[in-house]
């Protein structure tokens, strides 16, 4: 099957944009063409800038010059080599999110790919990437919500990069929402919640981890520690949004 021309495939863009004109997610305004959120919302966004920690890379005020762990990072060592994410869990991020989440606003991806992969640009440009695998859903909870947007965003980066996806790991319990939960309860709530889906796929290897939003970090040190279990080399981790 021969790929759509790019001018027919603007052109299809701007017809639908006539007959059935986007709102921005954020805000309801109307937006530039390209994106489903407008620019003004895109730019109330909080990027994720340094200082930060080196290990998880959760921001902090002020002003450091020299290398920085905190406190957390220094008293348990996290099983994942380095976290990073593209913005803070709020604003028009956060209701885009949210929407894809629970509202399947699957239009809504591209924008936050773009995110993530301007966050790997930044910071993981020259790691030695031998894979992509994402953190995933339960299977009852992918089959109602229909996608796993973890795994779309990891596809989408991984295409750009011709990096293969592999589906490192499996959820073979649903541990619920976690939005009300301390760190210390988040991190028990994980626990047994992943195994490895496919040893051979991630052993020996220099992974990067995909998840949507990152808060804690509990979920992604828990698959960090079941890859690297399984042999894994090295897992990055890496999430379109920081709470």
Request: net charge positive.
């Given at each position: 099957?021969?790929?759509v021309p790019?001018?027919?495939?603007?052109?299809?863009?701007?017809?639908?944009?006539l007959?059935?004109?986007?709102?921005c997610?954020?805000c309801?305004?109307?937006?530039?063409a390209?994106?489903?959120?407008?620019?003004?919302?895109?730019?109330?966004?909080?990027?994720?800038?340094?200082p930060?920690?080196?290990?998880?890379?959760?921001?902090?005020?002020?002003?450091?010059?020299?290398?920085?762990?905190c406190v957390?990072?220094s008293?348990?060592?996290?099983?994942?080599?380095?976290a990073?994410?593209a913005v803070?869990?709020?604003?028009?991020i956060?209701t885009?999110l949210?929407?894809?989440?629970?509202?399947?606003?699957?239009?809504?991806?591209?924008?936050?790919?773009?995110?993530?992969?301007?966050?790997?640009?930044?910071h993981?440009d020259?790691l030695?990437?031998?894979a992509v695998?994402?953190?995933?859903?339960?299977?009852?909870k992918?089959r109602?919500?229909g996608?796993?947007?973890?795994?779309?965003?990891?596809?989408?980066?991984?295409?750009?990069?011709d990096?293969?996806?592999?589906?490192?790991?499996?959820?073979i319990?649903?541990?619920?929402?976690?939005?009300?939960?301390?760190?210390k309860?988040r991190?028990a709530?994980?626990?047994?919640?992943?195994?490895v889906?496919?040893?051979?796929a991630?052993?020996?290897k220099?992974?990067?981890l995909?998840d949507d939003?990152m808060?804690?970090g509990?979920?992604?040190?828990?698959?960090a520690?079941?890859?690297?279990?399984?042999?894994?080399?090295s897992v990055?981790?890496?999430?379109?949004?920081?709470?």
């Amino acid at each position: 099957m021969k790929a759509v021309p790019v001018h027919l495939h603007r052109f299809s863009e701007i017809l639908l944009d006539l007959l059935y004109p986007r709102q921005c997610a954020h805000c309801g305004r109307e937006p530039d063409a390209g994106p489903f959120l407008c620019w003004e919302c895109l730019s109330d966004v909080h990027y994720v800038q340094a200082p930060f920690c080196e290990c998880c890379g959760d921001p902090v005020p002020g002003h450091i010059d020299h290398r920085y762990r905190c406190v957390f990072c220094s008293r348990n060592p996290p099983h994942f080599d380095g976290a990073r994410s593209a913005v803070r869990y709020q604003g028009a991020i956060g209701t885009g999110l949210r929407s894809i989440k629970y509202h399947g606003a699957t239009w809504l991806l591209p924008d936050m790919s773009r995110l993530l992969s301007a966050c790997v640009r930044t910071h993981y440009d020259l790691l030695p990437v031998e894979a992509v695998c994402y953190v995933p859903l339960h299977a009852v909870k992918e089959r109602e919500r229909g996608f796993n947007q973890a795994e779309r965003l990891a596809r989408v980066l991984a295409a750009e990069r011709d990096w293969p996806v592999v589906r490192g790991l499996r959820r073979i319990k649903d541990h619920g929402s976690q939005t009300r939960l301390t760190a210390k309860q988040r991190a028990a709530n994980v626990a047994g919640v992943f195994e490895v889906a496919n040893v051979n796929a991630v052993k020996g290897k220099c992974l990067l981890l995909v998840d949507d939003v990152m808060t804690t970090g509990a979920t992604v040190n828990e698959c960090a520690r079941i890859l690297k279990k399984a042999g894994a080399a090295s897992v990055y981790a890496v999430t379109v949004a920081r709470g």
